[in-house]
């Protein structure tokens, strides 16, 4: 089976009438459905992989930048210019998970 970049967990791959065959017996569909496997720095929601990163004090203090790793194995750096909080995001557009529909597109890396 080919899994395209970009599908999410429940997406179901259907083999019509390529089950079990037997005499007088019309073959069922084969079914596949996608699952996920935790992965060990992202979390996916939607189409955004969210990371999350531990900085020191003096870090969340002062401007800072957090270098987060992308899953083609690029580090992108994120600036982070003002006093950052428990709970604190930013948003790098374009480089969470491939768009299954659109595989040029991609959803965000938060």
């Not at 065959?21 to 699952?35: K, Q, R, S, T, Y």
Request: overall charge positive; some cysteine.
């Amino acid at each position: 089976i080919k899994v395209t970049p970009g599908w999410k967990a429940g997406t179901s791959i259907t083999f019509p009438k390529e089950g079990d065959e037997a005499p007088g017996v019309i073959p069922a569909d084969l079914v596949f459905v996608i699952g996920e496997k935790p992965h060990a720095h992202f979390k996916r929601k939607g189409n955004d992989l969210v990371y999350t990163a531990r900085i020191s004090l003096l870090q969340a203090l002062t401007d800072c930048t957090v270098t987060v790793p992308t899953l083609d194995g690029r580090q992108v750096p994120v600036a982070c210019n003002e006093v950052v909080a428990p709970g604190y995001s930013k948003r790098k557009r374009g480089e969470g998970m491939p768009l299954s529909k659109s595989p040029a597109s991609r959803g965000d890396l938060v």
